[in-house]
T-cell receptor
Framework: QKEVEQNSGPLSVPEGAIASLNCTYSDRGSQSFFWYRQYSGKSPELIMFIYSNGDKEDGRFTAQLNKASQYVSLLIRDSQPSDSATYLC???????????FGSGTKLNVKP | DGGITQSPKYLFRKEGQNVTLSCEQN?????MYWYRQDPGQGLRLIYY???????QKGDIAEGYSVSREKKESFPLTVTSAQKNPTAFYLC?????????????FGPGTRLTVL
């Protein structure tokens, strides 16, 4: 079993819609959770992090964490074509400095 | 301008050759990491270092070596023992063990074996 699982997609949504990206993780001792966006040929850039159960909002982005279900999600409101990228979920495990990455979900936002 | 730099951006290696990828950070971060990314794949951890003069193997360390002689530098050597080294290599850093801290990435080095 992989440490972090994501649906590879592609997830296609029309411009202006809400995109919902999901991630599950296996280590119950995981401390913190991150979403990175990666454009083709580029390195990942951090867009959101969440440490506590519940929702965290930052602009058009909302991260949701449910530690009991070992589930973290990212909602993108008013999706734009520029949001088209691969979104990587990352989890920091009990070993504080070891991060586990999912394989990413490719998002296509159609104009 | 704070950040992580990697060089070169593109690197070509002949069979049987060792090559070294550079990673430098001026963020004063204690922890540094090397990942490998293959097309359509996620990131796989090669090596990480939590402090100067100390490093640990990640999930795919075979055929790679690292050093951490300075806080700001964490070079990765891809040796001839690495059978399939063509990939996108990413260096990252984070503050360290204190608190919940994120990783920041350099721009990457794309290695191709000729």
């Amino acid at each position: 079993q992989k440490e972090v699982e994501q649906n590879s997609g592609p997830l296609s949504v029309p411009e202006g819609a809400i995109a919902s990206l999901n991630c599950t993780y296996s280590d119950r001792g995981s401390q913190s959770f991150f979403w990175y966006r990666q454009y083709s040929g580029k390195s990942p850039e951090l867009i959101m992090f969440i440490y506590s159960n519940g929702d965290k909002e930052d602009g058009r982005f909302t991260a949701q964490l449910n530690k009991a279900s070992q589930y973290v999600s990212l909602l993108i409101r008013d999706s734009q074509p520029s949001d088209s990228a691969t979104y990587l979920c990352a989890v920091r495990g009990g070993n504080f400095n070891k991060f586990y990455f999912g394989s990413g979900t490719k998002l296509n936002v159609k104009p | 301008d704070g950040g992580i730099t990697q060089s070169p951006k593109y690197l070509f290696r002949k069979e049987g050759q060792n090559v070294t990828l550079s990673c430098e950070q001026n963020l004063n971060h204690d922890a540094m990491y090397w990942y490998r990314q293959d097309p359509g794949q996620g990131l796989r951890l090669i090596y990480y270092s939590q402090i100067v003069n100390d490093f640990q193997k990640g999930d795919i360390a075979e055929g790679y070596s690292v050093s951490r002689e300075k806080k700001e530098s964490f070079p990765l050597t891809v040796t001839s023992a690495q059978k399939n080294p063509t990939a996108f290599y990413l260096c990252a850093s984070s503050i360290g063990q204190v608190g919940n801290n994120e990783q920041f990435f350099g721009p990457g080095t794309r290695l191709t074996v000729l």
